[in-house]
């Protein structure tokens, strides 16, 4: 009989909690990108050693799957059926990696920017904006067709590769459709290097905490049910705390 021990005791409970490989697999999962998100919604795992060609699977449902944007990225479609707490595990000749915690939910979050349908792969932009962009930003990513979630911003690039968010006039739209009572945007937006930094502050409302989001100007996403049709700059933003996507277009 196999004696058990404390140490493999506690080896088997850190593999519940952490990602964990098979014995003999050397690579990993090391992000899951959103942490939450509904059946049919898409995530983006980052892994260490996986190729396109890996099985991913949530729970005991294998996934649909295509192709990052760098080595080791897949994007896989969340499965239905599914609720709740779940593993996901990546397959690929025998080398099974596994990543706890994914949570599969019945909606998107209220109250924030909505996470997109698919994870946006970044392509380089044609070009970069130049002089005072002004009021002309608005957050196009929305389930809605009115676009009523949205995060505004002010700056002026002319002479300056650095744009600083000071939250006077830069807000996120805490409540669909209302221009009162908004949550303060804070950070930068530069085009030397191509980097974007925001703070969204909701500790004004109850629960609230603040997010953090890095981003970079790209070229025009492909998003399907939003038609980006007179916008001609866009930033792609990525959650710190939830691993969302969020699109920023400008102008209309």
Known sequence: MEKVTLSSVLLALSCFVWNCNNSECDKSVDAVQPNSNPAGYEVLLKTSGFTDAAKVVFGTVEAGTRAGGAAGELIAKVPAGLSGNVEISVD???CVARSAGFIVAGSLPGNVQPSLPVIVVPAPPPALPTGNIENNWANAVSIDANRSYGIHLVGDLTGTTTTSLDG???YD?????SFIDQNPVTGYVKTNPNAVYLEIDRTGKPGGTVEHFDGQFI???????IAFDQEQFFILLVSRETGRQLIISFPF
């Open 173 to 177: 739209f805490s409540v669909p459709n």
């Open 92 to 94: 690929e000749g025998g």
């Open 219 to 225: 070229d025009r996403p492909v998003v399907p049910g």
């Open 168 to 170: 006077s006039f830069e």
